[in-house]
């Protein structure tokens, strides 16, 4: 069983920085992709960046590219978004997800089979 936790997010002003976590528990396969999603009221869940466990090739969203950087500490398992020149529109939760290889490119919701319980960024 797959376990998932982020934590990091809170109150940023325009233009500032956060780094959220996402640590994870049990058997995290090594063909996994794990990813990071957002979610603002209203509006249906976008992946933003997601990770290749083995090999660390990463893609990027538009909204998040030149901005945000995924990376991984495969030793702690431990999945991370480095977040700068944060915007009001990138107010969301913000969810760590894991799923198979076929979703690391399309980072489509159906393609993660584990997701945490998010975190709240806004900015503002």
């Known amino acids: 069983h797959v376990q998932l936790v982020e934590s990091g997010g809170g109150l940023v002003q325009p233009g500032g920085s956060l780094r959220l976590s996402c640590a994870a528990s049990?058997?995290?396969?090594?063909?996994?992709?794990m990813a990071w999603f957002r979610q603002s009221p209203g509006k249906e869940r976008e992946g933003v960046a997601s990770?290749?466990?083995?090999?660390?090739?990463?893609y990027y969203a538009d909204s998040a590219k030149g901005r945000f950087t995924i990376s991984q500490d495969k030793t702690k398992k431990v999945l991370y978004l480095q977040m700068t020149n944060l915007r009001p529109d990138d107010t969301a939760t913000y969810y760590c997800?894991?799923?198979?290889?076929?979703?690391?490119?399309?980072?489509?919701?159906?393609?993660?089979?584990?997701w945490g319980q998010g975190t709240q960024v806004t900015v503002s």
């Open positions: 997800a894991a799923g198979d290889t076929s979703g690391c490119y399309n980072r489509l919701t159906y393609q993660y089979a584990y």
């Open positions: 049990g058997y995290i396969d090594s063909h996994r992709c």
């Open positions: 990770i290749y466990i083995r090999g660390d090739i990463a």
